[in-house]
């Protein structure tokens, strides 16, 4: 049993990775300060007496006694994490600053959830680790992009000079249940859209490409990572399987069975043409590889946005 700090243990993938290490027998404790995430996603968790909440910023260094640290403070949709641009970039920076400095302290290891976002608009098809990408320095998403590459240094340089036990994971677009509603992500705004019977809104023409992971098998990336001995990383971690958008909103309307309309909105600046991850490392290394296809995992979204929808009606 190891007294794991989750660092947005109230958000999306934070909340099903908390509940994951209870249910292996660990002490969670789940720090958040409930930006993006929602006392609801682990209100079912409460109670138990391994789990424990401290709402608190990544901002501000953090006093605990753990053996793990998985950093996942960050708001991960654009809508959210160009709200407030700067705070972004000190949640990236000074948050992996002060996490980094609790792992070094206490001999901790720690592990950093960053993304696809550090290969920007990649020029290398499928992304492989050794790609250095191709991200905007000054564009809008830059305070997500190179917020997170800077976390990136940040980790190897503690683990260079201070031989800090780190993991890197780069995590390409992940959905599932406990997404917000209006997270802005395209999975949950064509499903919220579609059961709502509003225009399905696709960004261009569609003809981009994401691959699209199910946040079950993510969460068991993260901890095969993070209980990997040999591997500092980075890592990808994603499913290969890849879709243009477009095909994503119709892949949403059947499933649904939703009369909603496509229309086509203007593409946000730098959103990238297109992105699949090469997961050779982590089937080689950690033995990982996704088991939800897209159809299966759309429809577990599909029952949990229902069910939400119907409760607030
Ligand atoms: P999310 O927005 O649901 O979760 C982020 C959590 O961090 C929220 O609970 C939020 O309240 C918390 N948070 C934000 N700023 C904080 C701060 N300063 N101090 C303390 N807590 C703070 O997003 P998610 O999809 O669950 O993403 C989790 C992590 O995974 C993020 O670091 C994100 O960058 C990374 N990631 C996610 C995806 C994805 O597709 N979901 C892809 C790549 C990387
Ligand atoms: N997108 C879209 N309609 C939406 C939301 C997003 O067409 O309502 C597009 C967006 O432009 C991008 C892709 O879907 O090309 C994935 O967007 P998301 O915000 O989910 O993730 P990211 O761009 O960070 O990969």
């Known amino acids: 049993m190891n007294r794991i700090l989750v660092t947005g243990g109230a958000g999306f993938i934070g909340s099903h990775l908390c509940e994951k290490l209870l249910k292996d027998g660990n002490e969670v404790i789940c720090l958040d300060n409930f930006f993006t995430g929602r006392k609801e996603n682990i209100a079912h968790l409460v109670g138990n007496p391994s789990f424990e909440v401290v709402r608190h910023d990544v901002i501000e260094p953090a006093l605990l006694e753990v053996d793990q640290i998985y950093n996942l403070a960050c708001p991960a949709s654009p809508v959210h994490y160009q709200f407030n641009p700067v705070k972004t970039i000190k949640t990236n920076i000074m ?7 609790l792992a ?31 991200a905007n320095p000054i564009g809008t998403r830059a305070c997500y992009d190179e917020g997170k590459r800077c976390a ?9 000079q201070n031989g800090v036990d780190i993991r890197v994971v780069r995590i390409f677009n992940t959905y599932g249940p406990r997404m917000l509603e209006n997270d ?15 225009d399905l809104t696709v960004y261009g023409e569609g003809s981009q490409t994401r ?6 098998d993510l969460v068991d990336g993260l901890v095969r990572m993070m209980n990997n001995e040999n591997l500092v990383g980075p890592v990808n971690l994603g499913n290969p399987g ?10 949403v309307k059947k499933l649904t069975g939703s ?22 490392l982590a089937k080689e290394s950690l033995g990982w590889k996704p088991y939800v296809g897209l159809e299966d995992g759309l429809l577990r979204s599909i029952e949990y946005f229902s069910s939400r929808i119907s409760a607030s009606v």
């Open 184 to 198: 802005g992500r395209v999975v949950s705004n064509f499903i919220v859209q579609a059961l709502r019977g509003q």
């Open 104 to 134: 070094k302290r206490v001999r901790a290891r720690i592990l950093q959830a960053s993304t696809s976002e550090v290969y920007g608009d990649p020029k290398e098809h499928p992304q492989t680790e050794s790609y250095w990408g191709n």
């Open 152 to 160: 990136e240094a940040l980790m190897f340089a503690y683990h260079r």
């Open 211 to 216: 691959s699209f992971c199910y946040v079950d």
């Open 242 to 251: 890849e879709f243009t958008v477009l095909e994503l909103a119709n892949m």
């Open 95 to 101: 948050g992996t600053l002060n996490m980094l400095g």
């Open 259 to 280: 009369s909603s309309k496509i229309v086509y909105n203007p593409l946000p600046p730098d959103d990238p043409v297109q992105r699949r991850p090469d997961i050779t």
